[in-house]
């Protein structure tokens, strides 16, 4: 895997990996929806032998353009929020300064009245605070800092479809968002080292990860069932945007009157191009991130989001000139995964 700096790019050329065909879209969408099904259950559904659905996709993953990763859930309040960063210096330095914190969950390099676009994420409040006002407020290199607390998740990003498949194949999945009841328990110790290995690769055999864990195969693998059926562990099946035909992914931010809030969010949380959407306490209350095909699109949405709903202004816009770290992976110059960081 290429570990060069994340803001950076390559000295290959953009050509040298072309756009995802339509088969390589189908197996993104259905890992997206079902992370660890086998390949035998993905060819069978998509029509195509086993063999080369593992092939397709071990190519993907090799150039960084598809992978499944995992992360923790948890509360939003208190612990994560949407910083816009404006740089007295170099963007693309400060960028690379900030890339490698554990706290520092995305990086976006972005258009308008700010130059970064941070997602930081926390253990508590008071680590997010240190964060925001030891780190990021005393950079040598950054001008002003302004902070959006994120009070609620609306729409995950990793609920985010590519909708390649017919509603019969889809309806063939497991959906992963699907899980037991159970009371959340702190992380053992096995929890946090299996987590690390699906936050690398969240399709890892649970034979590789007994090896890395020292543990039984069947522990490993029971493991990851209790981590993923309880929520405790989820994973995120992610794709190189520019490679799967959303060119363009836009920040929207909305002032929407408070007694509207939930509702105007989860309509928004509705749209096919909405990856992320939260309420925050700060300028907005609510953030959006989408992905669009052209430029023109973030104009086209803009207006359906105005006529369509009452009384919501949006305040604020920017555009994503380059993302150099999403969830923790770090990401080149084309969006492809490079490493994961965090």
């Not at 029509?47 to 992360?71: E, Q």
């Not at 889809?170 to 702190?186: C, K, S």
């Not at 946090?192 to 007994?210: Q, Y």
Request: aromatic letters at 4%; a neutral charge; glycine letters at 8%.
């Amino acid at each position: 895997m290429r570990t060069h700096s994340p803001t950076g790019g390559t000295a290959e050329s953009l050509a040298a990996d072309p756009d995802l065909d339509r088969l390589d879209l189908q197996i993104v969408s259905a890992l997206q929806i079902e992370p660890r099904a086998s390949w035998a259950k993905v060819g069978a559904v998509l029509g195509v032998d086993a063999v080369t659905v593992a092939r397709r996709w071990s190519r993907l993953r090799a150039a960084g353009l598809a992978w499944v990763t995992a992360y923790e859930p948890g509360p939003a309040g208190g612990r994560l929020a949407v910083v816009e960063v404006e740089c007295a210096g170099n963007p693309l330095e400060v960028a690379d300064s900030l890339v490698g914190d554990v706290e520092c969950q995305t990086l976006d390099l972005a258009s308008g009245g700010r130059d970064l676009l941070v997602g930081v994420c926390a253990d508590d409040e008071v680590a997010l605070a240190d964060y925001l006002l030891k780190r990021l407020a005393t950079g040598p290199q950054i001008r002003a800092v302004r902070t959006q607390l994120v009070t609620s998740f609306v729409r995950e990003a990793g609920d985010w479809r590519l909708g390649e498949l017919s509603a019969d194949q889809a309806g063939r999945f497991t959906d992963h968002g699907l899980r037991e009841p159970g009371a959340p328990t702190a992380l053992t110790g096995l929890d946090r080292a299996v987590l690390a290995a699906l936050c690398e690769d969240g399709r890892m055999p649970a034979t590789t990860i007994a090896a890395r864990t020292g543990v039984p195969v069947r522990r490993a693998r029971d493991a990851v069932h209790r981590l993923l059926s309880h929520r405790r562990v989820a994973l995120w099946t992610d794709v190189a945007r520019a490679r799967c035909g959303r060119s363009v992914q836009a920040w929207l931010f909305l002032q929407v009157p408070a007694r509207r809030l939930a509702g105007v969010a989860a309509r928004l949380a509705r749209l096919e191009e909405a990856r992320l959407v939260v309420t925050t306490v700060g300028t907005f209350n609510l953030a959006v991130c989408v992905w669009m095909r052209e430029l023109a699109d973030v104009t086209r949405l803009e207006a359906q989001i105005e006529d369509g709903l009452e009384d919501v202004r949006i305040a604020d816009r920017c555009i994503t000139l380059r993302t150099a770290k999403r969830a923790g992976n770090l990401l080149d110059a084309q969006g492809r995964r490079t490493d994961r960081r965090g």
